[in-house]
């Protein structure tokens, strides 16, 4: 079975710092990971993903995470934030072998202050 | 572009009313999905359908029904609506069929609904 928890609901930066955001996983199989991102009012839009290539992943808008099989963690990161990034942000796990649907983590706010 | 469209960005409708929310995907792709979102619960899969006629749960279908005809649509259809049917409606496709699991979703812009 697979599931993934968003450890924060919330994180709030200032203009300029970097952002992190952070996602846990669980898995029988290997996974599939990905970020989405949903400004308000849109759909989402993936923002990178990691299929068992290259662990550091690199993303659209100079996002990047990094799957670490050790803490079954794929933490999003970026180091500057703009603010336009401010948006919800969600973290999602699919697995060969397994029911292969996606399953999305509550989702993360980013809130950028000027 | 994939572009993924839904019928209504906004709907009102009334407890016990039947409602369709149509989706359109213009990129032949096989899957296509129906989530709600809810705020604090993230996206939850309603159904989701592999190819022509094929769908399977989710995992919060009670009170949902599905269809798909053609290869390009996909339909949501609530029977008799209720209140706690409330919420954001989004769906996606991706583009191969059953099995394929690192494959991107596309997703269209949602629709609101508000039943009264």
């Known amino acids: 079975a697979q599931s993934v928890t968003q450890l924060d609901s919330h994180v709030s930066v200032s203009e300029g710092t970097p952002v992190l955001l952070r996602c846990n996983y669980s898995?029988?199989?290997?996974?599939?990971l990905f970020w989405y991102v949903q400004h308000p009012n849109k759909g989402l839009q993936l923002l990178l993903k990691?299929?068992?290539?290259?662990?550091l992943v690199k993303g659209i808008n100079g996002f990047e995470a990094e799957f670490k099989k050790s803490e079954t963690s794929f933490h999003l990161t970026k180091p500057s934030a703009h603010m336009s990034d401010a948006a919800e942000y969600f973290c999602?796990?699919?697995?060969?072998?397994?029911?292969?649907?996606?399953?999305f983590g509550r989702g993360t706010s980013l809130i950028v202050h000027p | 572009d994939v572009k993924v469209t839904q019928s209504s960005r906004y709907l009102v409708k009334r407890t016990g009313e039947k409602v369709f929310l149509e989706c359109v995907q213009d990129?032949?792709?096989?899957?296509m999905f129906w989530y709600r979102q809810d705020p604090g619960l993230g996206l939850r899969l309603i159904y989701f359908?592999?190819?022509?006629?094929?769908?399977e749960k989710g995992d919060i279908p009670e009170g949902y029904s599905v269809s798909r005809e053609k290869k390009e649509r996909f339909s949501l259809i609530l029977e008799s609506a209720s209140t706690n049917q409330t919420s954001m409606y989004l769906c996606?496709?991706?583009?191969?069929?059953?099995?394929?699991?690192?494959?991107?979703?596309?997703f269209g812009p949602g629709t609101r609904l508000l039943v009264l």
């Open positions: 898995s029988s199989y290997s996974p599939s």
């Open positions: 996606a496709s991706s583009p191969t069929g059953r099995g394929v699991m690192e494959e991107t979703q596309y």
């Open positions: 359908s592999y190819d022509v006629k094929m769908k």
């Open positions: 999602v796990v699919s697995e060969s072998g397994g029911s292969y649907i996606p399953t």
């Open positions: 990691y299929t068992s290539a290259a662990t």
């Open positions: 990129m032949d792709h096989e899957n």
